[in-house]
């Protein structure tokens, strides 16, 4: 499911969501659910926003260049490879990125 959808869910303020952790050497998997906050560039909370901004100073640069590309699922239409992208790392989250933060109630 893409965040879009996501947000189109009825709910109040969070959704509830499922997730599944799966150990490939135990072959255990554990399914957490809870309710589910996403937050995005636009969310007024100025915690949340550091949260968000945390989350993404935590991860590299090669990770971060992963928000830059061509949406999942949409047809590739130019025949030229996709030019070299490259990121100031000192600036703060692309707007594509979302932070969900799961509450879990049940595991």
Not at 2 to 11: F, G, N
Not at 26 to 45: K, V
Request: net charge negative; glycine share 4%; proline share 7%.
């Amino acid at each position: 499911m893409q965040i879009e959808e996501l947000k189109k869910c009825p709910s109040a303020e969070y959704l509830l969501l499922q997730i599944c952790w799966y150990f490939t050497e135990s072959w255990e998997q554990f399914r957490i659910a809870g309710r589910t906050d996403i937050i995005d560039g636009s969310n007024p909370d100025c915690v949340k926003i550091q949260q968000r901004e945390k989350a993404w100073f935590s991860t590299s640069v090669k990770s971060q260049l992963q928000y830059l590309g061509p949406n999942p699922g949409l047809p590739f239409l130019s025949e030229q490879p996709i030019q070299d992208l490259s990121i100031d790392s000192s600036t703060g989250p692309v707007n594509a990125l979302c932070l969900l933060v799961l509450d879990p109630d049940q595991v």
